[in-house]
């Protein structure tokens, strides 16, 4: 059928994250803060590969540790890297932004009924099967007890708007848009600078959805790969 192999379109998702990473971390550079950009193994040719000491480090030295480049592995979505990223660096919050204001019990832009809930526990997540985060990132958040807090990237000062790729793309959430990228790094160096220790975990769903390519023809596992250079 058509499409994109699974694999291959997640690969090419990986590369987008890539990209986007070395874009935020130049950009937090041009306002004076110390960042770098760690990619998964696989996909790290024009970035510093990751491995949780080298993350430790430089989250310790100051910098700003953007992570790119997924997993590394295919069928693993950006929530899950996040979530994993999240553990690894023993973050004391995973800040999850979305297109909506917090966790629902439905799309609350396609369901005027659905419930906002103030809070919730994981296992509720997963036995309602809400979509606020995939089940893999729900389930590591839940056995590290990790806490997620939901915001909604329609608000433009929510400094983690940045975590998702379509936030830097230009108007039609495509491509980079210099001035949105521009302006959310000066956002996060004001954070930085008020003693915040941060990192980020970067989507690339503005150059390249691995999931997407493969209802296109692309073969699943080498979209993946090349997502992560795009």
Known sequence: GKGFDRVKGDQMGMLATVM???AISEGLKSNGIKSVALAASGVSNFCE????????KYLKEGYVVVFGGGTGSPFFTTDTTAALRACEIKADILLKAT???GVYSADPRKDANAVRY????YDEVLAQRLQVMDSTATSLAMDNSLPVIVFALAQPENIVRVLSGEAIGGPDGQGLDEPILT?????IASVVRSGVQVAIVIGGGNIFR?????????????GDPMGMLA
Not at 49 to 56: I, N, Y
Not at 183 to 187: G, L, R
């Open 118 to 121: 103030d809070e919730i526990r």
């Open 99 to 101: 297109q909506v204001d």
């Open 210 to 222: 691995g999931l997407a390519g493969t209802q296109q023809g692309f073969d699943r596992v080498r």
């Open 183 to 187: 302006s959310y790094a000066a956002q």
């Open 49 to 56: 590969t990751f491995s949780q000491a080298k993350a430790d």
């Open 20 to 22: 986007n990473a070395i």
